[in-house]
């Protein structure tokens, strides 16, 4: 597609359990980033691919958080044995990788955990 | 935290008139960028100036840059009500990465 896509756009789970979120970043964009919004808060730096490595994961908040990309291209965010705090939109952003660096976003993973 | 902060967190105004928002930072930039961000989901670019750049301009947008202060602002001139969102800065520092960070935000409110 022309732009990033994420899925689920919405996921609703207990607590305890694991959710996957995916991110097909837009094609041959070498970055790309996951962040976290909570609600009515800024953006929070969660881990940063270039490539297939990850040069900063720093934002990860715990071990139950776990990202790979694989191939280049599409990424997934893993939370394992998933907490209330979790519950918080996951965007996506990809990027050429220039030291530029101009983020071309999704439309965001909604998680709700109960 | 490397995050940025916008002032002022909330701004209301009429149709027609300027918007400003400031974003100020905590090291040195490689460049500093503008994104807008509707009812919750994906942040859109609009503007990124660097660091040896003082001002730029698109269309109804105006960025400033001040390296000594750390600080940049964001003018939106004669603002429409589709001027409506939330506005972030983000940098993107220098060293082994280009992680890109964003600061609190400036929700604007644009009334008909």
């Known amino acids: 597609g022309a732009g990033v896509s994420q899925s689920p756009s919405n996921k609703v789970t207990e607590k305890g359990k694991d959710v996957e979120l995916r991110c097909d970043p837009i094609s041959g964009h070498t970055a790309l980033y996951w962040y976290r919004q909570s609600l009515g808060q800024g953006l929070e730096f969660l881990i940063y691919?270039?490539?297939?490595?990850?040069?900063?994961k720093s934002g990860l908040p715990s071990d139950r958080f776990s990202a790979e990309r694989t191939g280049g291209s599409v990424s997934t965010l893993t939370i394992q044995r998933t907490q209330q705090e979790d519950s918080a939109v996951y965007l996506c952003?990809?990027?050429?990788?220039?030291?530029?660096?101009?983020?071309?976003f999704g439309e965001g993973s909604r998680l709700t955990v109960l | 935290s490397q995050q940025g902060e916008e002032d002022p967190q909330a701004l209301s105004i009429q149709e027609g008139e300027n918007a400003t928002m400031n974003c100020s930072y905590k090291?040195?930039?490689?460049?500093l960028q503008w994104y807008r961000q509707n009812s919750g989901r994906g942040l859109v670019h609009l503007i990124l100036i660097r660091s040896n750049e003082r001002e730029k301009h698109s269309g109804r947008l105006r960025v400033t840059l001040d390296t000594s202060k750390k600080s940049s602002s964001l003018l939106i001139t004669a603002s429409r009500a589709a001027d409506t969102a939330s506005y972030f800065c983000a940098t993107v520092y220098g060293g082994a990465t280009n992680k890109l960070i964003f600061g609190t935000g400036t929700l604007l409110a644009v009334q008909p």
């Open positions: 090291t040195s930039i490689n460049n």
């Open positions: 952003a990809s990027s050429r990788g220039n030291p530029t660096g101009e983020l071309f």
């Open positions: 691919f270039q490539g297939n490595s990850a040069p900063d």
